[in-house]
């Protein structure tokens, strides 16, 4: 087995609500093999992009990181202090917001932006940095780097900005990429162009990747191991092929099952999850999803049940579907 | 499908968003410029029909679903709605995307959902309003007992439910859809689907279904218009323009979703970005973009044809669509 170049065991993040802590993330384990692309699916409040944040120190207060572990290459990250943490970010580890919009700082050139980022973290000396910033312009598909290096982010459309957040994010040669939902505020035509980009990148540098989105399509395309969460929880950790093909989650079904797709004899399959996701400091003892599990038993309505890792993959559920095995 | 009387029809509507003129121009009486954000659109809806609309951002459906609710007034072209034996005009009513901006979150459930019901004075007194405020609430699935609730104390889904309720509560025969369910989780848009599917079929309903998501138009309309950058480019039943379509922004469209087949990864983003809506290219409008573009596409806006299936497009070519389309995987980056 390889050894994983980002570990997370056992995160927990907890918001404290009138002095009262209420669990946001319970326990969250997985890691990112180098060179892996893995996905983190879930629906709004699942805890996707708290995860993505906590990794990267950059809860937002009253969020707060309460336990766990998070080594990436061996080195603790949990244990670094502000300012080490500032090297790490943007440094070994890029981000890649959602928002293209706001993500950019408005009022600076992106030229300016880049080298900012560059120099920051690799400290190569004034032209070296304008070269490699030019670079990056040209790398991420835009044309006429010398004129784009002047514009600032309003003068770029969406897709564009987005491509500059993307450069920004690579520029100081990350050993990890996390991305979170970078591609939902685009439009279809425009979404397939990133996605493009975001792999040719992904195979030219080997960096490894966290794809944090909702989106399964794009997980089909981009993931080669998907984590789903629910409710701050994992759900289930499996290879992408697997996890489409032979879900163990119940969880995991009801998700590919709601997703509206055209099906191979090109009529449409609509399968409902009944209920909501609960909210936070809401959920149901035992496990989160027993409410709306048509397979729940008196087990799963008191005991949290535990990730069980199974061959290539690890789900948290006492009855799980059973495998079509071949 | 019924085919009497159409219902709704749109004939060659434009509208034209134009920009404040300052002083020294309106002496000068220079040309009045602007984004023709809808442009000569044409459409028929038949009794009981829902026809869906799709199209990326800019490309002028939302415009659309308000000129048909009224809102604003087309800048050419007409759009009639048949008049019943009485001379009335059909009753309509808008579901909204966002559900956390519309609905008043000081009023109560019940006060949202019985102002239709008042406005058009469909029931009287206060017990029969009250009455046909929990049928409501019982129809889209919530409980009575949540009419004295307010907006806030829902989840989007829930919020989109009342939206439908009020939606409901004025007893429209027409119904415009805006990205209904754009805002929501998947588990949650399956539910609010299906809802709407059921309510459909049950209440006979004609509808106006905007979206931007192929799949979820492919499930609700029994027609679809495909627009892009304010035409109407393409327009045929489902089935047929999943199966056959005809021109290539519809076919490039379908294509540029990723689905949910891990065998086969390949991308197919369509070449470019979407052209400035104030600037739109000439000739045809998808020219700069389109795989199959000629000299002729270049100059001269296509003409608009009919299918012998009874949909149409707008593309100077015939081509065979009904397979995937392979563009080269890096197309060039054109600057907007």
């Not at chain 1, 004899?265 to 409410?291: K, S, T, W, Y």
């Not at chain 2, 009250?130 to 919530?142: F, H, I, M, N, S």
């Amino acid at each position: 087995m390889t050894t994983p170049l980002l570990d997370v065991r056992d995160l927990t993040v907890t918001i404290n609500r009138d002095g009262r802590p209420i669990t946001a993330l319970d326990k969250v384990s997985f890691s990112v093999n180098p060179g892996e692309v893995l996905g983190v699916v879930g629906e709004s409040g699942a805890g996707k992009s708290i995860t993505g944040a906590a990794i990267i120190d950059l809860l937002v207060p009253p969020l707060k990181r309460t336990g766990g572990t998070i080594s990436l290459n061996g080195d603790r990250l949990d244990q670094l202090s502000p300012k080490e943490m500032r090297r790490v970010r943007g440094g070994k580890i890029g981000f890649i917001f959602q928002d293209p919009m706001t993500s950019l700082n408005p009022v600076i050139t992106i030229g300016r932006q880049l080298c900012d980022a560059i120099e920051t973290h690799l400290r190569l000396g004034g032209n070296e940095t304008k070269r490699r910033a030019l670079d990056w312009i040209a790398r991420v598909g835009l044309p006429n780097p010398d004129v784009q290096f002047k514009r600032y982010p309003h003068q770029l459309s969406g897709g564009m900005r987005q491509r500059i957040v993307i450069a920004l994010a690579l520029c100081a040669n990350p050993s990890l990429v996390i991305a979170d939902e970078p591609t939902t505020a685009l439009d279809v035509s425009v979404q397939a162009h990133i996605l493009q980009l975001m792999r040719d990148l992904h195979r030219e540098s080997e960096v490894s990747m966290m794809l944090i989105t909702h989106d399964l399509g794009v997980i089909a395309k981009m993931a080669d191991r998907v984590a789903v969460l629910y409710a701050g929880r994992v759900a289930e950790i499996s290879p992408v092929a697997e996890l489409f093909a032979n879900p163990s989650h119940p969880y995991t079904r009801g998700l590919i099952r709601a997703t509206p797709m055209p099906t191979a004899d090109g009529g449409v399959q609509l399968d409902q999850i009944p209920g909501a996701m609960p909210g936070l400091g809401a959920v149901p003892p035992g496990c989160a999803f027993n409410p709306r599990c048509s397979r729940a038993q008196s087990d799963c309505r008191s005991v949290v049940p535990p990730l069980v890792t199974q061959e290539s993959s690890a789900f948290s559920c006492f009855h799980p579907l059973e495998r079509d095995v071949a | 499908m019924t085919s009497q009387t159409p219902f709704l029809v749109l004939d060659h509507v434009s509208k034209v968003y134009r920009r404040n003129q300052s002083l020294i121009e309106r002496i000068r009486k220079m040309e009045e410029g602007g984004t023709k954000a809808v442009s000569d659109v044409s459409l028929v809806i038949s009794e009981g029909e829902t026809v869906g609309l799709v199209g990326e951002s800019g490309c002028g459906k939302s415009t659309l679903a308000r000129l048909v609710s009224g809102l604003m007034a087309p800048t050419q072209g007409d759009i009639v709605f048949r008049k019943d034996p009485a001379g009335k005009t059909p009753r309509l009513q808008m579901i909204f995307q966002d559900p956390y901006s519309s609905l008043n979150g000081r009023w109560t459930i019940e006060d949202i959902i019985a102002e239709p019901i008042k406005v058009h004075r469909l029931r009287r007194g206060r017990a029969a309003i009250r009455a046909r405020v929990d049928e409501l609430l019982v129809q889209v699935g919530l409980s009575p007992t949540d009419a004295e609730k307010y907006p806030q104390e829902f989840s989007g889904g829930q919020r989109q439910r009342i939206s439908i309720a009020r939606a409901l509560a004025g007893e429209p025969q027409f119904l415009i859809l805006d990205e209904p369910t754009s805002a929501l989780d998947v588990s949650v848009q399956a539910q609010i689907l299906n809802l709407l599917r059921d309510l459909q079929k049950n209440l006979g309903l004609t509808s106006l279904f905007i979206t931007h998501n192929l799949s979820v138009v492919r499930i609700m309309a029994d027609r679809i218009g495909v627009m892009y950058l304010g035409e109407l480019v393409e327009e045929a039943s489902a089935e047929q323009l999943f199966r056959k379509p005809k021109h290539p922004y519809t076919r490039l469209l379908i294509d540029a979703a990723p689905n949910m087949d891990t065998s086969d990864r390949s991308l197919h983003p369509i070449a470019g970005e979407l052209p400035n809506p104030a600037f739109p290219p000439a000739g045809c409008r998808f020219h700069t973009r389109c795989p199959f573009a000629q000299d002729v596409c270049r100059t001269a806006a296509p003409p608009r044809k009919a299918t012998p299936e009874g949909g149409m497009f707008r593309c100077h070519f015939d081509l065979d669509l009904s397979k995937e389309v392979k563009t080269p995987p890096l197309a060039k980056v054109k600057t907007a």
